[in-house]
């Protein structure tokens, strides 16, 4: 069965402090992955995502993030941080074979930027 | 483009009362999804449409819930009898009918508090 992990539920970081946010997935099917970022009382915002080609992939807000096949991870990134990233970001996967577009959804890091 | 739209933002309502959630997607957009967050149980699919057709219903939790999809410009959730514990955030998500490609769109969310 498919299945999405984040590994982990809070992250503190400080600002301009680098951060990383790790994905794994267990999938049958040859994968696409996003990440979504999600602010308080809005809806998930498209980040990145990821379908072929490239390993790393840019995303907006200065983050990316890299695909692994060998460790079945897509971990995003973002090499200095402001507070405006506080925030839940949430990992996500489908497949290429599924056209009817299902994600399945990570449980979301919450990510807290102290001064 | 103005995004995802959903109304209303905030319901407040009684046990036992109807609810009515709308959603209109962004135009050209074929598939639509509902989702609902919570924090016990994250972000869950309930149910999505394509070309307006009903595909997957099997996260609708029970037959108090029920969604339509009568044009490609307007969707509805409703939730009857409601209870407490649907208290929730439900989103609404688009997506382009381009199998395999881009993201889905969430909007904002309707934030439900049942009494």
């Known amino acids: 069965a498919q299945s999405v992990t984040q590994p982990d539920i809070h992250i503190t970081v400080s600002e301009g402090a680098s951060l990383e946010l790790r994905c794994n997935y267990s999938?049958?099917?040859?994968?696409?992955l996003f990440w979504y970022v999600q602010s308080p009382g809005q809806g998930l915002q498209l980040l990145l995502k990821?379908?072929?080609?490239?390993?790393l992939v840019q995303g907006i807000k200065g983050f990316e993030a890299e695909f692994k096949r060998s460790q079945s991870s897509f971990n995003l990134r973002k090499p200095s941080v402001h507070w405006s990233d506080a925030a839940e970001y949430f990992c996500?996967?489908?497949?290429?074979?599924?056209?009817?577009?299902?994600?399945?959804f990570g449980a979301g890091t919450q990510v807290v930027v102290t001064p | 483009d103005a995004g995802v739209i959903q109304s209303p933002r905030h319901e407040v309502t009684e046990m036992g009362q109807e609810v009515t959630l709308r959603c209109k997607p962004i135009?050209?957009?074929?598939?639509l999804f509902w989702y609902r967050q919570t924090m016990m149980r994250g972000l869950e699919l309930l149910i999505y449409?394509?070309?307006?057709?009903?595909?997957?219903d099997s996260g609708m939790p029970e037959d108090r819930f029920s969604a339509k999809m009568p044009n490609a410009s307007f969707s509805t959730l409703k939730i009857q009898p409601s209870e407490p514990r649907d208290s929730a955030v439900y989103f609404c998500?688009?997506?382009?009918?381009?199998?395999?490609?881009?993201?889905?769109?969430f909007g904002p969310g309707t934030r439900l508090t049942v009494l």
């Open positions: 998500a688009s997506r382009p009918g381009l199998a395999g490609t881009g993201g889905q769109f």
């Open positions: 999938y049958g099917a040859t994968p696409y």
């Open positions: 990821y379908f072929s080609g490239d390993t």
């Open positions: 996500a996967v489908g497949s290429l074979t599924d056209s009817w577009g299902k994600l399945q």
């Open positions: 135009s050209g957009h074929d598939y």
């Open positions: 449409f394509n070309n307006n057709v009903p595909i997957d």
